[in-house]
Each structure stands twice: as structure tokens, then as C-alpha cells.
């Protein structure tokens, strides 16, 4: 077994501290990975609290993992010692489902995630990035270019695939307007993809003050969804609307400014189910209401390699693991710009 040590929750209700535990040896396909970087997803804090039930402490977040290979199995092909790799929301799955066979293995009725999920190895549980290492099937591991930051990098793992899929799902391109609803960890990224899609891209926010960083990011047009008069203006006008919002919403307001056949795509998983929309607001223009998860292993690649080919990555702040539950509170209040990404090298500072 492999010593390793990381930071976790040992309970929903105290913050996250040192923890030490081990991981398995590297198995004929296994990929050991000593972790560089992990990016901070909302759901980690979700888990973290328990919000969603589910929880097992003690509990290692952590699923947009950036690091460099130290290690292999025997039958491994794809990879290297010293290769730059990344590892998302999961690490295993059933292989053989419909979802599985069309590389859409997060919706696997088996999936097996990153952390807090029951791991087929050692009968316990996942445990995530925020810790030195990581071993996982090299079926799971995603290709990194040199050329992205890897810091940086560590959120497409999530909020990029987050956002990537659903915009390549719905075909996002030119001659189509595009809403991206919230300008956090997900939303920043949708309204990168969509503007290098080519798409005429709109940021909806309650925070005037974003308007010209929503711009500097690639928005075309800012509209402070809390302005009645702004909001009419666009009504019917939209294709596609990619609701990045956590928090339960009025979904009406955003179904109102599809144009016929639109759709309107949420991305986030609230604590509190959102309000029943008005069926008529999607009857009456054929609308669509859809959800989307994360994404499969082969689009994850794809997007990896077209970030390395555009020069796209997360806009984050680095932070020691020690300051991860500030980091925590400052999530809390939207006061990050737009992703916390861990440098695991500070974990040398606990010993």
C-alpha cells in the first residue's frame, strides 16, 4: 500500500484537517499519480456539509486533479513516468452499459466518483485530490498538454467539462445567441467555450459589477437578471441558455427568453429543489428544459486538447491546503475569481 496524506472532513460539521491514509498499489492498469494541483468545486462543500446526503467521513474532496505520472502498471500503454495528467469526477465505471459503450460514462448506473464513492479495490471509499496522490485506472486519466498551465488547467477537470459538454451536446456555434445564467467557477467557462464556438454570447448576474469582466472573459452583451426592463428586451431571442446557478430559481424569467425549439440547460445541483416553472412557457414555444453531468472521458480529452490548441484555462487563485476552509467561507460569498486550485506541494508543510 502507498502512504498518503491529505486533508478531510471527519464529520459534516468541523472544518477539514489533516489525514493520513493509504492507497492501494498500482494494479496491471493502474496509473500512479503524484498530484500537483486540485482545483475547489462547489460540491466539495456541498459533500463536505453533507448537503446532498450521502456523506462518509471521513471525507477527501477533491476531482480536478492535475499531476505527473511516478509510477505504472504492467499492462499500461497510454502513459508515462513524468507524463502531465488529469483526473475529473470519476475513476471507474461498468464498462460494458449503453452509457459506457457511448463514451458517456457519467451517466454509468455504476459509475464510481472520484471521492465519497464505494471503491471496488479496497471495499471502503473514494478518496479525493486534496491529498499527494493518487492511483487510478489508466482508463481515467486524461492526456494534459505542457502547454497549459497545470494549475490553471486543474478546473477543466470539472467546471470545463461541466460546461463543454452540454455546449457541444446542443451544437453552440455562429449565428446562435447564447445565455450563460451566473459568472462563478462554471459560468466563467461557459462563456469562454461559447465565445470560442463563435456564438453571440449574453451573461446573465444579479451583480452588476461584473459586467466588464464578463466582457473581458468573452461575453458579448451583461444583463442584470434582476432588471425587468433589461430582461424583456431579450425575450425570445435566445437558442440556448446554460444556467450555472446553484441555488434553487425562478426558472421562468430565462424559459421566457428562449426563441421556439430553445433550450434552457441547468448545470447546478441546489440544496432546495428550484420552483416549479409554468408549463405554458415551454409549451407554447416548444421549449426544451434539460440537465446536464459533467461528461465523458473521450469529450474530456477533446476539450483538453482544443484548451491546449486556444490557450484556454480556468481563471484561479492558488492556495496553501492549509488555508482550504477560508477558502471555504470565501466560496461561500463569491469572493474568488473564478476557481481555488490547492497547491499539494504545501501539504510538505503539515510534517
Request: with cysteine.
Amino acid at each position: 500500500m502507498l502512504k498518503s496524506h491529505g486533508y478531510a472532513a471527519y464529520d459534516a460539521a468541523t472544518p477539514l484537517r489533516p489525514f493520513g491514509f493509504e492507497r492501494r498499489e498500482p494494479l496491471a492498469e493502474d496509473v500512479h499519480i503524484e498530484i500537483l494541483y486540485c482545483g475547489v468545486c462547489h460540491s466539495d462543500l456541498h459533500q463536505v456539509r453533507n448537503e446532498w446526503g450521502g456523506s462518509h467521513f471521513p471525507l477527501v474532496p477533491g476531482h480536478e486533479i492535475v499531476g505527473r505520472v511516478a509510477g505504472i502498471g504492467g499492462a499500461v500503454t497510454q502513459f508515462k513516468p513524468g507524463d502531465l495528467v488529469g483526473v475529473g469526477c470519476l475513476v471507474d465505471s461498468c464498462r460494458t452499459c449503453p452509457e459506457c459503450v457511448d463514451d458517456q460514462e457519467q451517466y454509468c448506473d455504476q459509475l464510481v466518483l472520484t471521492y465519497n464513492s464505494h471503491d471496488r479495490h479496497s471495499g471502503g471509499m473514494t478518496y479525493g485530490g486534496y491529498s499527494n496522490r493518487v492511483v487510478v485506472d489508466q482508463r481515467f486519466v486524461l492526456k494534459i498538454s505542457e502547454r497549459l498551465d497545470p494549475a490553471a488547467a486543474a478546473p477543466l477537470l470539472c467546471a470545463g467539462i461541466t460546461t463543454w459538454s452540454p455546449l457541444r451536446h446542443w451544437r453552440v456555434g455562429p449565428s446562435q445567441k447564447v445565455g450563460v445564467v451566473g459568472l462563478g467557477g462554471l459560468g466563467h467557462m461557459g462563456v469562454k467555450f461559447a465565445h470560442a464556438f463563435g456564438a453571440e454570447v449574453v451573461l446573465f448576474t444579479t451583480s452588476p459589477g461584473k459586467s466588464e469582466d464578463a466582457r473581458r472573459l468573452g461575453a458579448d452583451a451583461v444583463v442584470v437578471s434582476k432588471n425587468a426592463e433589461e430582461m424583456t428586451r431579450h425575450s425570445g431571442s435566445f437558442d440556448f441558455i446554460l444556467d450555472t446557478v446553484a441555488a434553487a430559481h425562478d426558472l421562468d424569467p430565462y424559459l421566457t427568453l428562449l426563441k421556439r425549439d430553445g433550450t434552457l440547460c441547468l448545470l447546478g445541483v441546489p440544496d432546495h429543489p428550484h420552483p416549479a416553472p409554468n408549463a405554458a412557457n415551454l409549451i407554447f414555444k416548444r421549449r426544451n428544459l434539460a440537465g446536464s453531468l459533467i461528461g465523458g472521458l473521450r469529450e474530456t480529452q477533446e476539450m483538453l486538447d482544443f484548451c491546449a490548441e486556444h490557450g484556454i484555462v480556468s481563471d484561479i487563485e492558488q492556495i496553501p491546503m492549509q488555508q482550504i476552509n477560508t477558502a471555504y467561507q470565501r466560496m461561500l460569498k463569491g469572493d474568488v475569481k473564478y476557481r481555488f486550485v490547492i497547491d499539494l506541494a504545501s501539504l510538505q508543510d503539515d510534517h
